[in-house]
């Protein structure tokens, strides 16, 4: 599908190991995080997300990180599965209901 | 429920042409969001409307580009006088509210020949 491109950063991972995807973002105003995974000719699906007031939230088998400090995000999922194989966006927001996303990185998970 | 419908999914165009997509919002939300999306990277955010209104399009480009959202049916995105560089994956999201909690639709793939 044309959003998993060959220029993607990509991170390949064993099965059932756990993985760790980061994101740098660039304006220290925003408030709101947001992970999103998409796969191959379908739209983004929510993963989870996070308000600057916190630091760490937690779902099903994944974790959110945020760092303020250094203006870096990550998501941490556990036992990787190969349904979790996709593309992984990070996107934030800045008050107004518009979202920024970032570039991308294609998970690959090897069975 | 059958989430945010977006029709059609794949629509080919030539240069010149008119491309018109649908967004139909999930049931009981009224604030719909465009998103573009080129290969290989991320959403590129374009417009923001509640019904009969613009909230924001700062991310729409100034010209061929417009958006409604009618009181009655669905959000429409035109583009006029289609270039190849138009050819992109479209989304449109909505929410209930109007907070960033708001959820995708399966996106338009436009392809310009």
């Known amino acids: 599908g044309e959003n998993v491109g060959l220029h993607l950063p990509t991170l390949s991972v064993q099965e059932g190991d756990n993985s760790i995807i980061n994101c740098a973002y660039s304006n220290s105003a925003s408030d709101y995080f947001i992970w999103y995974k998409q796969e191959s000719g379908k739209g983004p699906q929510f993963i989870i997300d996070?308000?600057?007031?916190?630091d760490k939230r937690q779902g099903q088998r994944v974790t959110v990180l945020l760092n303020k400090t250094v203006k870096h995000l990550s998501l941490q999922i556990a036992a990787t599965q190969p349904g979790d194989s996709a593309v992984y966006f990070c996107a934030e927001g800045a008050g107004r209901r518009a979202l920024t996303f970032g570039s991308g990185t294609r998970l690959q998970v090897q069975p | 429920n059958a989430g945010v419908m977006q029709n059609p999914r794949h629509l080919v165009r030539r240069r010149g042409q008119e491309a018109r997509l649908r967004c139909s919002p999930m049931k009981g939300h009224s604030h719909v969001y465009w998103y573009r999306q080129l290969p290989e990277e991320g959403l590129k955010f374009m417009v923001y409307?509640?019904?009969?209104?613009?909230?924001?399009e700062s991310g729409m480009p100034k010209e061929r580009f417009s958006a409604e959202f009618p009181k009655e049916g669905p959000s429409i995105l035109r583009i006029q006088q289609v270039v190849r560089g138009d050819s992109a994956a479209y989304f449109c999201?909505?929410?209930?509210?109007?907070?960033?909690?708001?959820?995708f639709g399966s996106g338009t793939r436009l392809t310009v020949v």
């Open positions: 996070i308000r600057s007031n916190m």
């Open positions: 409307l509640q019904k009969e209104n613009i909230i924001d």
């Open positions: 999201a909505s929410s209930t509210d109007g907070n960033y909690g708001y959820t």
